[in-house]
């Protein structure tokens, strides 16, 4: 039976050590029931930019990437406090950082799109990356929070969570229904992370343009190179992030490539997958297909 507590005259349940609240469920040890309600309530402005994602789908990689155009070509390292500052993390810190943060800068959420503060004019950024390498990212970020966490923790337990929809913050498939029917919205931007890898100048080239951010081949290279896989990582941008914030111990930046699924799904899990991808997008032309280059669905589509 889930325990309830009231916080803020707002009543919060916590069942097996997750926040629930509208549906979505976050870490207990990791979130405040006040933080989240506050997020909930904050008031979208016009100038907002909004970084929409499910975890592990390349939410940092498209902050660096949004960072980098907003200040031109300026690298996360060149400036680790401001870059924190200009990247606050909504349903994490709450409404009042959000609404105290520098200008230009980008609001990281993980809620799912239909329960973020709405603005008319502000933008959204929704990066969404196919479910296997999501699954898979998301048990290496689980392990990686303790070693109490890496000692019970299954990836075949976190599987069944996962196709079951009950792995934090939302169901996989909220968050690609949710952004998938907001894509063509003028204030909507829909990014593949997939396609990202595949050419990652295309992608800021998009990302440019729905910012209005007048894009030059400079800007454009510099921003490449300080936003790229090892780029992040021989910059240690890991351990920066935890040095500054020593409560979290996440790895940002992991392996960072398309397919990482092979090395851990089993071919029987591979196919459950396929079919449970298939059977939830099945009638929705061009989303059952969204990852038909990248050879992720091999059973159904
Ligand atoms: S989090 O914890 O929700 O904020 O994670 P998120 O940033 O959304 O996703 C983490 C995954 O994105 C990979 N990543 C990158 N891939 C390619 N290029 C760059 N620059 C990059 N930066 C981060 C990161 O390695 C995680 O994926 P996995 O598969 O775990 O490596």
Same mark, same amino acid.
């Given at each position: 039976?889930?325990?309830?507590?009231?916080?803020?005259?707002?009543?919060?349940?916590?069942?097996?050590?997750?926040?629930?609240?509208?549906?979505?469920?976050?870490?207990?040890?990791?979130?405040?029931?006040?933080?989240?309600?506050?997020?909930?309530?904050?008031?979208?402005?016009?100038?907002?930019?909004?970084?929409? #994602?499910?975890?592990?789908?390349?939410?940092?990689?498209?902050?660096?990437?949004? =960072?980098?155009?907003?200040?031109?070509?300026?690298?996360?390292?060149?400036?680790?406090?401001?870059?924190?500052?200009?990247?606050?993390?909504?349903?994490?810190?709450? &409404? $009042?950082?959000?609404?105290?943060?520098?200008?230009?800068?980008?609001?990281? #959420?993980?809620?799912?799109?239909?329960?973020?503060?709405?603005?008319? $004019?502000?933008?959204?950024?929704?990066?969404? +990356?196919?479910?296997?390498?999501?699954?898979?990212?998301?048990?290496?970020?689980?392990?990686?929070? &303790?070693?109490?966490?890496?000692?019970?923790?299954?990836?075949?337990? *976190?599987?069944?969570?996962?196709?079951?929809?009950?792995?934090?913050?939302?169901?996989?498939?909220?968050? *690609?229904?949710?952004?998938?029917?907001?894509?063509?919205?003028?204030?909507?931007?829909?990014? *593949? =992370?997939?396609?990202?890898?595949?050419?990652?100048?295309?992608?800021?080239?998009?990302?440019?343009?729905?910012?209005?951010?007048?894009?030059?081949?400079?800007? *454009?290279?510099?921003?490449?190179?300080?936003?790229?896989?090892?780029?992040?990582?021989? $910059? +240690?941008?890991?351990?920066?992030?935890?040095?500054?914030?020593?409560?979290?111990?996440?790895?940002?930046?992991?392996?960072?490539?398309?397919?990482?699924?092979?090395?851990?799904?089993?071919?029987?899990?591979? +196919?459950?997958?396929?079919?449970?991808?298939?059977?939830?997008?099945?009638?929705?032309?061009?989303? $059952?297909?969204?990852?038909?280059?990248?050879?992720?669905?091999?059973?159904?589509?």
């Amino acid at each position: 039976m889930p325990n309830t507590i009231f916080q803020d005259c707002e009543e919060t349940q916590i069942c097996n050590g997750s926040i629930l609240i509208e549906g979505m469920r976050f870490p207990a040890h990791l979130y405040a029931p006040k933080t989240i309600h506050s997020a909930l309530a904050y008031n979208a402005r016009a100038d907002d930019i909004f970084i929409v #994602t499910m975890p592990r789908s390349g939410t940092t990689w498209m902050q660096t990437i949004v =960072y980098a155009l907003l200040n031109n070509g300026q690298g996360f390292d060149e400036n680790l406090d401001d870059f924190i500052a200009r990247n606050p993390f909504l349903e994490m810190h709450g &409404s $009042n950082v959000v609404e105290a943060m520098p200008r230009p800068g980008a609001i990281k #959420t993980h809620l799912v799109f239909e329960h973020i503060p709405y603005h008319p $004019n502000a933008k959204y950024i929704c990066v969404v +990356r196919n479910p296997k390498d999501v699954c898979v990212s998301f048990f290496r970020f689980i392990i990686s929070l &303790s070693p109490e966490a890496a000692k019970n923790s299954s990836f075949d337990c *976190l599987f069944e969570q996962f196709l079951a929809g009950q792995t934090g913050h939302a169901d996989y498939f909220d968050y *690609l229904f949710s952004c998938w029917e907001h894509r063509d919205d003028p204030n909507v931007l829909f990014v *593949l =992370y997939e396609d990202m890898k595949a050419n990652i100048r295309s992608s800021i080239i998009r990302v440019a343009q729905f910012l209005n951010i007048d894009l030059n081949k400079k800007l *454009l290279e510099r921003t490449v190179l300080v936003t790229q896989f090892d780029y992040l990582k021989q $910059n +240690r941008f890991n351990e920066r992030i935890i040095d500054s914030e020593p409560s979290t111990t996440i790895e940002f930046v992991r392996k960072g490539i398309v397919g990482d699924w092979r090395t851990v799904l089993s071919d029987e899990q591979s +196919r459950r997958l396929d079919a449970h991808f298939y059977e939830k997008t099945r009638d929705i032309p061009g989303l $059952n297909t969204l990852w038909h280059g990248y050879n992720v669905f091999n059973s159904c589509t």
